[in-house]
């Protein structure tokens, strides 16, 4: 019998039994991931395999019984005892040292080392927070699940009623990411896996780049629309809020924005009401449950700083707690998902940052990484609800210029500053990148400064001289009177300016102790609300448009990660995950730097001419000085932005 023929006679099958086909009679995940018959992921049929600690980690969410008898789970003692090239031999390889479990074995010495909440399996839990390291394949676990819980649900004739929800209401299986580009980086896979299974074909109706829907086999004989999709967004609540979700991906959670609309928090407090009504119903009475939910959660992401929701479920599950009782939890380095990967990659990666290596590949929270705003509070209260990017400077207004600049990959951003009384104001910022959207990455912008920008996202590396020209033109309306960016693509850079003229910005090597000092006093500036922002997109200008959230520029900053190197060093980056960057962050703070300067040459020169009566606050030489200066204040009042965030 074909697969077409054999799909029919399913629906039929479920037609006669006024229902439903039981998921005792489905495939389970892992035949359905290697049979011919689903998505054929084999050795044998395609030539590729799930890891062995994959597979171990679909049987334990699934709940079906381990292995005991083979021991075909070889983990090495550490990523260092990984195999390696005998570097007197070539060809040779050197053994490492490794343990080899079954699948009994391998959940015992997870749970012995505190990688795992459970023992011994007891029964199905539907909620997995999954740690592991960077190029573990989590696409690949996501994607297989997904497609997974697709195929339950067309193994039934007619889900919704098994499940009670209403006939016209889709049910729909959501991935969530941190940016569109990780949400596509996932469909593209799950989209692989469709188009390599026959059984899809029949039901798929339509996908998009974001969205594929299915008709059921009832949908199919009645002639109604599809009534189940898979959808793939960037994280945010209002977008999963009130859908049938039967089954939440939540990929790279651990970067999810911390507050708004895109937190963790606020997208998980949208999905669970969800997932929980998805429980069998009694055929007679759809508002009588005859058995547990079947919605399932997934959290999976390289971890990152003991703080969110991702710890706090990972904490959760290893608390033992009534609150555990549904989840599990397994925590795993790169090494031991992927045995791909060898030693000399490992040894660059460590060599390039050891604390940064541990997080991502070794699958360690850390204590060294943290949200480098710790308060939303304190950046919003720099922010002027009225302030919108200026178009012009004032004649002989002296406006200050931060540049990062990055032809391809990263964007390259502007921001200028100004000195307004004793305080240092953005007043303009643009942004660029290849093979992107000018309009989409400049939300609160009309039109480009020149045409080049207009066709961004057909070119592969930003054109020098089109970014030059793009400074001048900016020139041309602000006054700039001093301009620096980084040293590292800005060499010849600097020449191209200076050819045109622009001989006051300057290439700056920025060593980690500068750009740490450069961030730090931004917070402190912060701290005392002496900068001045503004939060602004062309939509607000819209009576009936409500913006959720801060704008994506503020929202960069609020998403900073803060890790210590020494003392008295951080370094300041964006999240590392696609999609997210720090390029606005960069420009800006060294506009505000640039600013910060002439604010303190300005009022040193005040008080030699003024004597000593100065109404303008001092700047602290470093955070140490300005923390004593803080605790030494009396009564010390903040006047916080009464509107707060949009």
Not at 108 to 132: F, S, T
Not at 281 to 290: G, I, M, Q, R
Not at 312 to 331: E, H, N, R, V, W
Request: proline share 5%.
């Amino acid at each position: 019998m074909g697969l077409g023929n054999l799909a029919r006679s399913i629906g039929r099958k479920a037609t006669q039994s006024d229902g439903d086909i039981k998921d005792d009679d489905a495939m389970d995940i892992i035949e359905f991931i290697e049979s011919p018959f689903g998505l054929g992921f084999s050795k044998e049929l395609s030539g590729a395999a799930l890891f062995p600690v994959q597979r171990f980690i679909l049987k334990m969410f699934y709940n079906l019984k381990l292995d005991d008898e083979d021991p075909y789970i070889r983990v090495p003692k550490s990523w260092r005892h990984l195999d390696r090239m005998d570097p007197n031999n070539e060809g040779q390889i050197l053994p490492g040292i490794y343990h080899e479990f079954t699948e009994v074995k391998y959940l015992e010495y997870l749970y012995e080392q505190g990688r795992c909440n459970i023992k011994v399996q007891d029964h199905d839990r539907r909620e997995m927070i999954l740690p592991i390291g960077r190029r573990s394949g989590k696409s690949t676990i996501s994607a297989m699940i997904a497609a997974y819980e697709t195929y339950k649900l067309l193994r039934k004739y007619n889900p919704q009623k098994y499940y009670g929800t209403p006939e016209s209401a889709p049910i729909q299986i959501c991935s969530l990411a941190t940016s569109r580009e990780q949400a596509a980086i996932l469909y593209k896979e799950v989209r692989r896996h469709f188009s390599n299974c026959q059984f899809f074909q029949q039901y798929m109706y339509a996908e998009t780049q974001t969205q594929a829907t299915f008709h059921t086999p009832r949908d199919l004989e009645i002639g109604a629309n599809p009534s189940l999709r898979l959808t793939f967004y960037s994280a945010v609540a209002k977008g999963v809020r009130g859908a049938a979700n039967i089954a939440a991906i939540m990929d790279e959670v651990a970067f999810f924005a911390h507050t708004g609309q895109a937190s963790a928090y606020e997208v998980y407090q949208a999905l669970s009401p969800s997932l929980a009504q998805f429980s069998p119903k009694d055929p007679k009475d759809s508002s009588v449950p005859v058995g547990d939910s079947h919605g399932r959660m997934i959290m999976i992401s390289s971890p990152y700083a003991r703080q969110g929701l991702f710890y706090d479920q990972y904490a959760m599950a290893l608390s033992g707690t009534i609150g555990a009782k549904s989840l599990l939890m397994i925590q795993a380095p790169t090494w031991e998902v992927n045995p791909t990967i060898p030693l000399d990659y490992y040894e660059k990666e460590y060599a390039k940052n050891p604390v940064t290596f541990h997080t991502e590949f070794g699958a360690e929270f850390t204590d060294k990484v943290k949200s480098w705003i710790e308060r939303d509070e304190d950046l919003i209260a720099c922010v002027d609800p009225h302030l919108k990017p200026a178009t012009k400077g004032a004649a002989r207004e002296r406006h200050y210029l931060g540049l990062d600049l990055a032809p391809r990959g990263d964007r390259t951003v502007i921001a200028l500053s100004k000195v307004v009384d004793d305080k240092v104001r953005l007043v303009y910022h643009e942004q660029w990148q290849a093979k992107t959207s000018w309009y989409d990455l400049n939300p609160h912008l009309k039109e480009p400064l020149v045409p080049y920008a207009k066709g961004l996202e057909t070119v592969e590396t930003l054109d020098y001289e089109e970014v030059s020209n793009w400074i001048d033109q900016l020139s041309k309306r602000f006054y700039i009177a001093e301009g620096v960016f980084d040293r590292f693509e800005g060499i010849g850079f600097e020449q191209i300016l200076h050819k045109r003229g622009l001989h006051q910005l300057r290439v700056k090597h920025f060593t980690a102790s500068e750009s740490s000092e450069i961030y730090q006093a931004f917070k402190i500036l912060m701290f005392n609300e002496m900068i001045e922002l503004y939060d602004y997109v062309l939509e607000d200008d819209d009576p009936e448009f409500r913006r959720q959230g801060y704008s994506p520029y503020i929202q960069e900053l609020l998403e900073l990660q803060g890790t210590a190197r020494g003392k008295h060093l951080i370094s300041v980056e964006g999240p590392q995950v696609a999609g997210k960057y720090d390029d606005f962050s960069d420009a800006l703070v060294r506009a505000i730097w640039l600013g910060a300067d002439r604010l303190t040459r300005r009022k040193s020169a005040g008080r030699k001419s003024a004597g000593p009566a100065q109404d303008m606050p001092s700047l602290p030489r470093s955070m140490n000085d300005y923390q004593r200066k803080r605790k030494r204040r009396r009564n010390y009042n903040s006047k916080r932005n009464p509107n707060g965030g949009r």
